[in-house]
């Protein structure tokens, strides 16, 4: 192990595995193959696909099953030749979804732990630092039990930062955060990996956190990777129906295909549920297929009269069924057959003066509406 | 008052004995994913359904002139260990066992598996992973299990009776100095001393029941 001590080059993580876990009745199956260059990537998809196996496999916490795992030159697991290098000696930095923070030792102690090897001074010195870096340099003496939400996140992310590792695993580590703090925790993260280009596997299957941090998305789903690029690509057309419900798609909706208007790129198809026709893009199906449509809430424009000399093709008539406050949001549901979510703004609320059982008209744009095989 | 001191001489050292013993195997009793992992942990609850007449019994074989403990201690030690303090502090800690590996088990068991792991990837190895992580976190365990298998200790008859027979001052403990006295008509005195048992007995318990609630979970996980 000569290289600790000593910065490593900035090498990319490969993992080609493959894990068989469960039982007969349920079994499962993560069957994946993944590089993650320096910079953020994200693991996305819904809870259960095999993210956090995946990690726990760079990590060397579980064995594959087959398969080979690397950064850079160094091998961590090699089923072929048999190579396995313990979890102690992958200099991996992972931060649990729990964060995992050793609640008898204090903020320092915690971040102190994974320094072991360095004589006393050299230790104080960076973990200063680290603690710094990460704002919680006044909390070093606290009990790690003792100390709210936001800071536990940074010190979990300080604690494996500090080791200067050469792959950081991130398995949902903003969760149960305001919007306000992940972004503040998340601008630091990336001042930090900026200037350490290391490989950071992100887990999450929030959008928001994808807008925020993606370079790259690796959507994951059944413990298969089912696309790959840059986020707007991965997430925007949907492949999958419970990606894309996971991906902020509030509106899933049975569709089949009245007929195809190819010169103008667009194709008119009845929704199963409410037995309205509406139009959307074209794709490639013949009349009488069925497929899915997914469209986001927050895409729908919402009117308290019939709207006319719109753009927009397709309005839907409906009864407002509940109206929600979220935050600086309401969450109107509309029933047009099929219940429809809508994201309208408070002040919209008030201008249109929704309430329940009111009257209303969706209007979707032809271009919201994504398909879903 | 020899036979209280006794009594309390040949506790303490099965109850340090017991949390040497007993820690590393309730650790791997805690951590192993070996399927005949049951067979052990039925061989460690023996001693709570057993008379301890029969465990008595078995250990007197054993320690005498001519079972294997008793030849090695006289090869080792030129006496027999049958009817010594050695031979009881020894039949004591098999006797006593359950009380030292349950409860430390179940404190093992309880501490969070991501801690081990975190514990893990941060580069600490097993022993340093026990040290720093598992044990303060199981301290109420090992303060319930050095507690129980002291009082359990105490409290026992039948297995000094048989392995170690009635030598005043060598192992005559207070509960064979009580069925003595009752035996001459002592009453009072046997009265005396078994108060005095009686109230070390329900002390020991408050501590261990101020501290960890929930001592007797036994029989084990089903």
């Known amino acids: ?373 | 008052m020899t036979s209280l001191w006794l009594s309390f001489e040949l506790a303490g050292c099965v109850a340090v004995i017991l949390l040497l013993l007993g820690a590393p195997f309730a650790y791997w009793l805690a951590y192993s994913s070996w399927r005949g992992k049951f067979l052990l942990e039925s061989i460690v609850a023996l001693p709570l359904v057993l008379p301890p007449t029969v465990l008595g019994f078995y250990a007197l074989l054993a320690m005498g002139p001519h079972g294997p403990l008793g030849r090695l201690w006289i090869s080792l030690f030129g006496h027999g260990l049958a009817f010594t303090f050695g031979g009881l502090v020894i039949a004591s800690v098999l006797y006593s066992f359950p009380f030292a590996v349950q409860p430390l088990m179940v404190s093992f068991e309880a501490v969070d598996q991501k801690l081990i792991a975190a514990s893990a990837v941060l580069g600490a190895g097993r022993l340093r992973t026990f040290r720093r992580i598992i044990l303060p976190l199981s301290f109420s365990g090992v303060v319930t299990a050095l507690v129980l298998s002291f009082a359990h200790t105490l409290g026992e008859f039948g297995v000094v009776l048989m392995v170690g027979g009635n030598l005043a001052g060598v192992t005559r403990t207070v509960s064979i100095d009580i069925y003595d006295h009752v035996q001459s008509l002592e009453y009072a005195d046997a009265n005396h001393q078994a108060l005095l048992l009686l109230a070390i007995s329900f002390a020991v318990l408050c501590l261990v029941y101020g501290i960890n609630r929930r001592v007797w979970t036994f029989p084990w996980k089903l």
């Open chain 1, 1 to 373: 192990m000569e290289t600790i001590g000593r910065e490593v080059d900035p090498s990319s993580l490969f993992a080609s595995i493959r894990v068989d876990r469960g039982n007969h009745a349920a079994p499962f199956v993560l069957d994946v193959s993944i590089e993650a260059p320096p910079g953020i990537t994200i693991l996305f998809g819904p809870s259960g696909a095999g993210k956090s196996t995946l990690l726990d496999c760079v990590a060397g916490l579980v064995r594959p099953n087959s398969g080979k795992i690397t950064v850079g030159e160094e091998i961590f697991f090699d089923s072929a030749s048999k190579a396995e290098l313990p979890p102690q000696r992958r200099r991996v930095a992972y931060v649990f979804q729990s964060l995992a923070l050793f609640p008898h030792l204090t903020v320092g102690q915690n971040v102190e732990y994974g320094l072991n090897h360095l004589p006393e001074t050299r230790r104080q010195t960076r973990v200063t630092e680290i603690l710094e870096a990460f704002r919680v340099g006044h909390l070093r003496n606290q009990k790690a039990s003792q100390i709210s939400g936001g800071e536990r996140q940074r010190t979990a992310l300080a604690r494996s930062l500090v080791t200067a590792p050469r792959v950081l695993l991130l398995d949902e580590p903003l969760t149960g955060l305001d919007s306000e703090l992940k972004t503040s925790i998340v601008d630091d993260l990336r001042v930090w990996n900026a200037a350490r280009r290391i490989p950071v596997l992100y887990v999450t299957h929030s959008r928001e956190e994808v807008d925020a941090l993606g370079e790259r998305v690796i959507a994951i789903d059944r413990g298969r990777v089912q696309d790959r690029g840059a986020p707007m690509d991965v997430l925007d057309a949907p492949r999958r129906k419970r990606l894309a419900q996971a991906g902020g798609f509030e509106n899933l909706l049975t569709a089949k295909v009245l007929d195809l208007r190819e010169s103008d790129g667009v194709m008119r198809v009845r929704l199963a549920e409410t037995m309205r026709e509406i139009e959307v893009p074209l794709a490639h199906a013949s009349a009488g297929d069925q497929l899915h449509i997914a469209i986001r809430a927050g895409d729908i424009m919402l009117a308290a009269e019939p709207p006319r000399g719109l753009s927009a093709r397709n309005i839907l008539e409906g009864k407002m069924v509940s109206l929600e406050r979220r935050a600086a949001m309401v969450i109107a549901k509309v029933d047009c057959g099929a219940t429809f979510v809508v994201h309208v703004t408070p002040g919209a609320t008030r201008a249109l003066e929704l309430a329940a059982g009111k009257r209303v008209w969706l209007v979707l744009k032809t271009h919201s509406c994504h398909h879903v095989d």
